[in-house]
């Protein structure tokens, strides 16, 4: 009897989106599995995983009670689940005929609850899940539900920031070995790109990588450009000062 997962639709583009993360494979981190052991803790199950569904395996990049880095797609809980953006919820696997013979719920670790809730991807791809399984029969509630679905997304944002972070270093990589150095007008600092085109410095980062930028003024820019800001600011840090250090009238008898 087969166990394997309804096909997905876009499955090359999800596979696509999962290869972008690069973290197939990668060793445990903190950031992860403070999130599954968080899971675990708040559905009160012995098992949570965040699990990444790849083209023939699902691969656990954390895991809580539980010691197995990866199983076939065939048998995969989670291959089922990011079939559909809504959570997958199965309270007794065992009465349910899309598992009830699974080698996972037959033998170890004979999963009876399963709750599955899609990783998607800011362009919609479902790359895993984050879920959390007991060997009896139970559910969540409206509570764990929520706390769920909150955790899963914190998943998502830490896998972007990843992504960010490969891409600028892939930028500058590319930056470097291609030109060596990074020409700058020693005026007004621009930066000029490989077709002679001088541009500020954020806006050459943001066509080479996926940055974007927030703005603020330094200390030293603030005195140059705006030193009336900074002498009302004296101003009312001195009167501040002066109401706190004013002692206070004590009242006659």
């Known amino acids: 009897m087969g166990f394997g997962a309804p096909k997905i639709s876009n499955e090359e583009e999800r596979l696509r989106a999962l290869a972008e993360y690069r973290i197939l494979g990668t060793q445990p981190e903190q950031c992860y599995d403070d ?14 995983l965040m699990s ?43 009465l349910d005929e899309r598992f009830k013979s699974n080698p996972l719920v037959v033998e170890e670790p004979k999963i009876r609850l399963y709750a599955g809730f899609p990783l998607q991807t800011p362009n919609d791809q479902r790359i895993g899940t984050l879920c959390v399984i007991d060997r009896k029969p139970g559910h969540l509630s409206d509570h764990q539900h929520q706390i769920m ?6 998943v998502v944002t830490l896998l972007e920031l990843r992504k960010r972070s490969i891409r600028l270093l892939d930028a500058l990589t590319h930056m470097h070995n291609t030109e060596g150095i990074l020409t700058t007008c020693s005026y007004c600092k621009e930066v000029r790109d490989s077709d002679g085109e001088w541009q ?47 002692p206070e009238c004590k009242k006659s008898n």
């Open 52 to 94: 990444l569904v790849d083209t023939d395996t699902q691969w656990f990049k954390s895991m809580c009670g539980f010691e197995t880095k990866e199983t076939s797609r065939d048998v995969s809980f989670c291959a089922h689940a990011i079939a559909s953006s809504e959570p997958l919820i199965v309270e007794d696997a065992l």
């Open 35 to 48: 999130i599954t052991k968080i899971a675990s803790l708040t559905c009160g199950t012995p098992i949570s």
């Open 149 to 154: 679905e909150a955790l899963s997304r914190q």
């Open 200 to 246: 500020h410095l954020e806006k050459y980062l943001s066509k080479i990588a996926d940055i974007r930028f927030s703005h603020g003024i330094c200390d030293l820019c603030m005195e140059k450009h705006f030193p009336d800001v900074l002498e009302v600011w004296s101003d009312d840090k001195l009167d501040l000062n002066s109401k706190k250090n004013k």
